[in-house]
């Protein structure tokens, strides 16, 4: 089933197939709070990653994570059932690949916060249908602020993030687009005009040629 694109009249012309939204930043940029944002907005759906990290108190089963052991996860991936994974001090995490290919199929967007080495996965495993969007701090001085303000980590992991965001910053070459993070409101309009330019784009429209041939058939008199 796919999501209708309407007409100013209301009448569905055109289906779409739906895009994955990637959104990546160093840690404290606000890429969670712009995916959030458009989860709660219901502008798409958010990505769950399995892991076989153990469950937190906090956590909850099938919202934070999906959690399995490590030969279950290695069953997936050895199965190409992962659009992405990464081992990440001891424990594993990845992205299945049959909800992801569920909700595009239904016209519905999914939204991913990973890494730029995540993104390349994903975009390897569906490239027609990846939209990537780099998210930048307005200075490296309101990084370590906002990550400070956070008041979630020791000093010793914050200086650590600080280290790793100048390397995960160098990756902004290989995004679509790019968001300067200084004010989130403006930052989350300028992601909701790129969710809508690409939802409009020509080869995501099912049904477009069938359309267009009907009105070129239309008799005027």
Known sequence: MWSEVVSANSNPVVGRRGLILILSSPSGAGKTTLTRNLVDDKAGVLSISVTTRPKRPSEIEGRHYYFIDKDEF??????????????????????????VERTLAAGQDMVFDIDYQGTRQVRQKL???VVTVFVLPPSFKELKARLERRAEDPPEVIAKRLVNARVEMERWVEYDYVIVNEDLSVSYQSLKAIQAAERLKRDRLVGLPEFVQGLLSENLD
């Open 74 to 99: 290695i069953a997936m991936r050895e199965r190409d059932e992962l659009l992405e994974w990464a081992e990440v001090h001891g424990n594993f995490y990845g992205t299945p690949r049959k909800p």
């Open 127 to 129: 490239p027609n249908d």
